[in-house]
């Protein structure tokens, strides 16, 4: 339902994910012709808010194509061999609706380091997520989003499979004036309000924040 359109701020963002996710994607045969093989996973970060979700939405409606996705705490479960079970689900079912998105939001909750972890369990469900990457096939963009970056097991950051990382930041000023812009584009307001004027007097505040600022 929303498209590239909709994000305010994030040109550079966006540059980005047209190189990494939608020409590969939209050029995908040419790729297996020239024996390349497409970017797989992409990891998002940035600061609570910052339109990570909304971001991966858009891919989906920018592509036309579905988004699964995938609240990495409700993996997690205490019954031992549970959560590898969701996990292989879960990569099944992107692969019998391919072409697709499997995106993974708080992904740093399945994939935690593990020399920091101390139950085995959690060591499993990290090399079952890797082994699930490594065996996916087909037409799948895995997109994990995160606002600990640090806190995800190294070896998901390797190439072929999470290798391509897009950094999202707290919006400058600018960036505010274009968010406020798309997010009162429907809305009637009176000339008496300048979205730039309030992007001045917000500060440190993210797309999540402006948003409840346009709601008030
Ligand atoms: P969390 O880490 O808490 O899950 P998040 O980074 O995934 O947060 P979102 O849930 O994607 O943040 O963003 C919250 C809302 O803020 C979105 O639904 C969207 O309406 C708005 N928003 C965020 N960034 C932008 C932007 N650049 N342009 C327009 N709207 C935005």
Redesign the pocket.
Known sequence: EISFK?????NDVLAQIRDLVERPFKKYELFLKLGIEPPKGILLY??????????ANSISGELAIPIIKVASTEIISGVSGESEGKLRNVFLAARQQSPCILFF??VDAITPKRDSVHKEMEKRIVSQFLSCLDELEGQIIIIG?T?RPDCIDSSLRRAGRFDNEIR?RI?NESERTS?LH??TQSLKLSDLISLSSLARRTPGF???D??ALVRE
């Open positions: 909709d994000i305010g701020g994030m940035g600061p609570p808010g910052c339109g990570k979700t909304f971001v939001d708080e989003a606002s999202l919006p968010i798309v997010l993210v797309g999540a402006l948003k």
